[in-house]
């Protein structure tokens, strides 16, 4: 794999800490501003929100900048964001800078997978995949429960500050690691119009891939924002194992990515069929046994591998699908995800004001995924199908 796409993956590191880290810093923002820890679960929601906005716009926004300007560009107002989050005493202002961080952070990912699939061969999207997504995954691992101590030593306002200063050297990585004239190897065969590009929005298979990856993130999202309520709350178990909760689902959801990134080019199929079904069982396992600490880090630490190895392989299904929107593409996936990531904490914090306790958003996570696999089953030879290169591929689904 190319250099440049593990200097993506630095920044993608550090926005993926910022995204992540509120799971482990809820109920001090909420007792800091005065609100509610359902309320202050929506913060997660408002990042989602303005990466699903912010994607499309700013990929047709910028489509014609250099793609080394557009990711510093995103980089530097991502910073400026944290900075106004760490001083502000106001909740709603803070509501507003993670809306604005999500924009950057939108048109950074947007441009940096469109990036990843021009510096690699088509048949190897599923592995550049793996290895931008690994930032992510890596920050679950290692920049949220870091996150998450600094803030319980220093207050939460220290990881804001932390998220500001970590975007210096990503930015520098971004200005030495990504070429000056990456944009004609994105262009190979000529650039084509932005109408062009999001007539492919109108492919079923796009739509398909769309759906069933903001679905699954979905899931993910709302189990995940809501994990430190049910670490301290449901299992009875100190602050302090909030941090080893969210360490176990960083290690699994970095061991999902890595596989499935080895699988889900040439058995994009197998990963679905086996993976989608125990994703399920384990969200419904956890949500039976969450009063029991043992077998709640055991199966944090399960569902990270399946979530993120079935979730990045339906990504990569969009990439795949979008491969006729060079420029557009990258936003595609980054709205799936993000349609997720804003709809999870949002049923979660619903079902936690009406549901079964702090279990509730793992309900929800479990219902996501159930309708993701009927649709999953109805339709598999869609998402497979539909290009020479995809054709080979498609006995795995059947």
Known sequence: MPLALY?????????????????????????????????????????????????????????RWPPRFT??????????????????????????????????????????????????PATKVGRALSVLLSGTTIATVAGVPAGALLGSS?????????????????????????????????ATGGEPKLLDELRQLSSPRLVLAMVLGALVNGGTFAAFT????????TSGLAEEWVSVALVMFGIGSFLGVTIAGRLSDQRPGLVLAIGGPLLLAGWIALALVAAHPVALIVLVLAQGVLAFGVGSTLI???????????TMGGS??????????AAGPVLGAVALASGPGLVAPLWVASGLTAVSLVILVVSRRVLIGGSPKDEALSPSMR
Do not use: K
């Open 7 to 63: 200097t993506l993956a630095l920044a993608v590191f550090v926005m993926g800490t910022s995204e992540f880290m509120l799971a482990g810093l809820l109920p001090a923002i909420a007792a800091d501003l005065d609100v509610s820890i359902g309320t202050t679960g929506l913060l997660t929601s408002a990042f989602a929100v303005g990466m699903v906005v912010g994607a499309p716009l700013m990929a047709a926004f910028a489509r």
């Open 332 to 341: 595609y996936a980054t709205a799936a995800l993000n349609i997720g990531a």
């Open 154 to 186: 220093l207050g939460w306002r220290a990881t804001f500050w932390a998220i500001a200063v970590l975007c210096v050297p990503a930015a520098l990585g971004v200005l030495r690691g990504i070429p000056n004239d990456l944009r004609q190897v994105a």
């Open 316 to 326: 990569a299904r969009v990439l795949y699908a979008a491969s006729d929107a060079p």
């Open 71 to 120: 990711l510093l560009t995103c980089l530097l107002v991502f910073a400026g964001c944290h900075v106004i989050g760490a001083i502000t005493p106001v909740f709603s202002l803070l509501f507003a800078s993670r809306v604005l961080s999500a924009l950057a952070n939108a048109g950074f990912l947007a441009m940096a997978l469109s990036t990843a699939t021009a510096l690699v």
């Open 226 to 233: 809501y994990l430190a309520p049910v670490v301290t709350g």
